[in-house]
């Protein structure tokens, strides 16, 4: 995976959740520095927001952002259809919902702290942050709280390995609409739902700024349960406050 390792990536796209957050019902990230809640952080990005297509709809929300520690904006989700929850593991099989994951396409640069250096984030980054998103909303809410460590360890490890190799078996191609254009994107299924990843046709991204570091397009990835992928397509998100929450 183009990151900076694995300890890396999680610091600059979002760390998993703890059995603290999964008891009182939340998502991994929601409450982690360098992650911002509401539409401000939307709007701070230098990028191009996806969501769902027009042909979807139902309700849209807002998840949240993740942001490096100058404060830039790297990638967020856009919520459609139910609301995830763990809080009652018996309504998983009952929610339908679909989220989209943009991130920003960014090349080889320095840390905010200029002692390092971050690589290029890549498909195989939306990957992981929609495999870990979906995870969020699988946990085995009445499993033994340190069974539960380990089962998330154990999964989250899964798929990281899953997104470093989307040219592996795990993997199948699915073509679906990005504003319009059929896009390939690597696609599989599990029994806790499904995840894709791809990215948005070379230079469509929304560029806003210059200089090292600038974003140079996007890559998508979503996840879902209850909704089938095969019907989806994807746009940019045209007014970002008209998620609400």
């Not at 539409?39 to 990028?47: M, Q, R």
């Not at 090349?107 to 195989?124: F, I, Y």
């Amino acid at each position: 995976m183009d990151t900076t390792g694995r300890v890396g990536a999680q610091g600059a796209l979002g760390a998993p959740s703890t059995s603290d957050d999964v008891e009182a019902g939340r998502a991994p990230q929601e409450e982690v520095a360098g992650v911002r809640r509401g539409l401000e952080g939307y709007l701070l990005a230098d990028f191009p927001w996806y969501g769902l297509d027009e042909a979807f709809t139902g309700p849209r929300w807002l998840m949240q952002v993740g942001a490096a520690a100058d404060g830039t904006v790297e990638h967020g989700s856009t919520g459609h259809g139910d609301e995830p929850t763990v809080r009652v593991e018996s309504e998983h099989d009952q929610q339908r919902f679909a989220v989209v994951v943009t991130v920003a396409s960014r090349p080889v640069r320095r840390s905010a702290d200029g002692t390092g250096v971050l690589e290029a984030t890549s498909v195989s980054s939306a990957a992981w942050l929609a495999g870990s998103g979906l995870l969020s909303c699988t946990w085995p809410a009445q499993m033994e709280r340190v069974l539960r460590d380990d089962w998330l360890e154990q999964q989250t490890a899964i798929a990281w390995e899953l997104a470093d190799d989307l040219d592996g078996p795990s993997w199948t191609t699915l073509t679906l609409p990005v504003d319009g254009v059929p896009t390939p994107f690597h696609y599989r299924e599990s029994e806790y739902g499904w995840v894709l990843a791809g990215s948005a046709i070379e230079g469509r991204g929304d560029s806003r700024s210059s200089g090292a570091g600038a974003c140079t397009g996007v890559h998508i990835g979503a996840y879902g349960r209850g909704m089938s992928a095969y019907g989806l397509g994807f746009s940019v998100v045209k007014d970002i406050s008209e998620y609400g929450n």
